[in-house]
């Protein structure tokens, strides 16, 4: 018996039938897979640590004459009473020759003078740790966003080790 002569058998017919629309589904589905993680990893998602980093205006896409970026330690992304969205970011610089508070400052174009002054107090808190009461703010001109460098001792780290704290807030 043959498959042209399975008007006995139309079970089989049916059988063949689904197999070919299972593959069918198979295919069309494993293809929207690949389209959609394609698309995914394309543009992630922004995740609040991204929304952060665009808020104190040091993400990394937002120049890209940068040519290379520092990565927060620590993010804290929460809104003020008022309603508007306030950042709170850390990077903690390790020191040396390639990795130092002067290139942190290069790469993000940031002056390399300022005052002595305390941390913000919501700084203080929103963060993980145990932050310092005062830090260098740097003197630039973003509004809505202060820039505090502590460096830390050369004796006991590599020379031009610092954290560098951040609280910026906007719409």
């Known amino acids: 018996m043959t498959l042209a002569n399975s008007g006995d058998r139309p079970w089989m017919r049916w059988l063949l039938g689904a197999f ?3 593959c069918v589904l198979i295919t069309v589905g494993c293809v929207w897979w690949g389209v959609a993680g394609f698309l995914r990893t394309r543009n992630p998602p922004d995740t609040d640590a991204t929304r952060a ?23 804290v992304l929460s809104r003020a009473a008022d309603g508007s969205r306030v950042a709170y970011l850390h990077y903690g610089i390790a020191g040396g020759d390639n ?9 993000y174009r940031l002056p390399r003078t300022g005052t002595l002054a305390p941390l913000p107090e919501d700084l203080r808190t929103a963060l993980p740790g145990d932050e310092p009461a005062e830090g260098v703010l740097l003197t630039e001109g ?11 001792p050369s004796d006991t780290f590599t020379e031009g080790a610092a954290d560098v704290y951040v609280r910026a807030t906007g719409p």
């Open 142 to 152: 973003q509004a809505g966003r202060q820039i505090f460098v502590v460096e830390r």
């Open 20 to 22: 070919l629309v299972l």
């Open 53 to 75: 980093e665009r808020l104190a205006g040091l993400r990394f896409r937002t120049d890209a004459g940068f040519g290379r970026y520092y990565i927060p330690a620590d993010v």
């Open 99 to 107: 990795v130092n508070v002067e290139d942190f400052l290069d790469t």
